[in-house]
């Protein structure tokens, strides 16, 4: 059995990592009842319009510099703590793509700020939140340290980079009511296919409409100081820089949501350029088809059974049951919520 999740349980404000920082583990699990109890008060809040502040109003601020640099390492995130970087005190980050490749900048140009495009706009005020792939509360800058992964370097709370990407989220949340979600974060709610991914179909999609961008393999086209920290023009869907087998957007539902909302180039919620019947195929493609780092811990994550959100599929859950793990790869799948 599937189970139906809101997609913003699942991913929270930040998605493309996996969550494995130490900080997290050292929480207490949680039990299937006090978990229910936390996601009903993340339902009950109340919705509040988009709100997103005006660019020129950072330097009003009176952290103007700092609320700057954590706008800077969203928006280059691999020259400034990549794994390439020329000081390895300052690699945070396990792989060479930019935070902004995945939270999206809307028409200010500020980085987490178009709306389904995982959007930042309100993650000051998401966190400490329940984390169902650990059953553990978290906090904002636990989340933001398990994005950046295992690097060279660990960032923590006290770690300058960390105070200033918060002060980049404090002030990007500074026109949202605390105690309350926001329209527009999370991913767009779409309606699912009745019916089985179909990769083989997805591939002929994917050769029409992402092969320019993210090329024939999906490893992305890399900018010319690569070797020196300058990461991707098109990042990479597939290989070693980009989410791994046990990440959120692994599972083809979820992937399915952020490409209908934001691919190829120039896509929003609001004006799509793929069906949602595409999406899913591309997802299933990308997915299933395209080599990418094993995440040897996945087997661990969703602890509890009855959590595991649908398209979680990892045969380590389903070693005498191939059919249901085909089933939970590629569906048909539960419509997922907003």
């Known amino acids: 059995m599937f189970m139906t999740l809101p997609s913003w349980l699942i991913h929270g404000a930040l998605l493309c990592g996996v969550l494995t920082t130490t900080a997290v583990l050292a929480e207490p699990e949680l039990d299937r009842q006090q978990a229910a109890q936390l996601l009903q008060a993340q339902q009950a809040r109340a919705v509040q319009p988009w709100r997103v502040p005006n660019a020129v109003d950072i330097e009003r601020q009176p952290n103007a510099v700092l609320i700057r640099q954590g706008m800077a390492l969203l928006q280059n995130t691999t020259r400034l703590a990549g794994p390439l970087v020329a000081d390895p005190g300052k690699r945070f980050s396990r792989n060479n793509l930019n935070c902004i490749n995945c939270h999206e900048a809307g028409p200010s140009g500020l980085p987490g700020s178009k709306p389904y495009g995982l959007a930042l706009v309100n993650a000051i005020h998401d966190y400490p939140r329940l984390d169902i792939k650990s059953m553990r509360v978290i906090t904002l800058e636990q989340r933001v340290a398990g994005m950046f992964g295992k690097g060279e370097a660990s960032m923590g709370a006290d770690t300058p980079e960390m105070k200033a990407i918060l002060a980049y989220l404090s002030w990007l949340g500074s026109e949202a009511q605390p105690g309350m979600s926001m329209q527009g974060t999370g991913l767009a709610r779409i309606t699912l296919p009745e019916r089985a ?9 994917f050769g ?20 020196t920290g300058g990461g991707y023009v098109f990042p990479p869907i597939a290989g070693d ?8 957007m ?16 120039g896509s929003t919620a609001d004006t799509p350029l793929l069906s949602v019947e595409q999406a899913y195929d ?24 009855a959590w595991r959100p649908a398209g979680f599929a990892v045969p380590e859950h389903f070693p005498d049951d191939p059919t249901g793990y085909q089933r939970v790869r590629f569906g048909p799948f539960p419509t997922p919520s907003e």
């Open 197 to 205: 991914a179909d990769p083989g179909r997805g591939q002929a999609l």
């Open 241 to 248: 820089d980009t989410y791994d087998d046990g990440g959120h």
């Open 250 to 265: 692994y599972m083809v539902p979820l992937l399915t949501q952020f490409i209908h909302a934001n691919m190829p180039l």
């Open 208 to 227: 029409q409409y992402c092969v320019q961008c993210h090329g024939a393999q999906g490893l992305g086209l890399k900018a010319p100081d690569f070797a």
């Open 282 to 305: 591309i997802a299933a493609y990308v997915n299933s088809e395209l080599p990418r780092r094993h995440a040897p811990q996945r087997g661990d994550a969703y602890p509890d059974p």
